[in-house]
């Protein structure tokens, strides 16, 4: 079973006990994080319920390891002959997380799609000789 989950602007496609780094969110190590923005989930049969935008119900439970940041990355700005050189760097705040649970409890499969039936277009009147 799996679940793609939608946080901190990504998305990711968890199952459980995967680990994930996503942005950072608030809490300690060793709290629970429910995370209910859940795009789709796929049951250990194969089926796939895709939200609408999101699956209602659906939650996955995940276990805060820790709080961190991420590698530091290195932005250099230059333009060439003009003496023009800028170098900065940025770490990100990241938040490691265990998934634990996947629950899809009120989520319901997704109909398949039937092909719309195709009425049959009005016929326009017939020119009246009325005259």
């Not at 709080?67 to 290195?74: G, L, S």
């Not at 060439?80 to 009120?106: E, F, W």
Request: without cysteine.
């Amino acid at each position: 079973m799996f679940a793609v989950i939608k946080t901190g602007g990504k998305q990711y496609k968890v199952a459980k006990d995967d680990v994930i780094k996503v942005e950072r969110l608030a809490g300690e190590a060793g709290d629970t994080v429910q995370l209910d923005h859940v795009l789709a989930v796929a049951a250990d049969d194969g089926a796939l319920t895709v939200g609408a935008p999101v699956v209602e119900g659906a939650i996955v439970s995940a276990t805060l390891l820790e709080q961190a940041r991420a590698d530091k990355i290195v932005v250099f700005k230059k333009k060439r002959r003009q003496n023009y050189r800028r170098k900065a760097g940025h770490r990100q705040d990241i938040t490691v997380l265990r998934i634990t649970d996947i629950s899809a409890s009120g989520a319901k499969k997704a109909a398949p799609k039937k092909a719309a039936a195709k009425k049959a277009a009005p016929k326009k009147a017939a020119a009246s000789s009325e005259e």
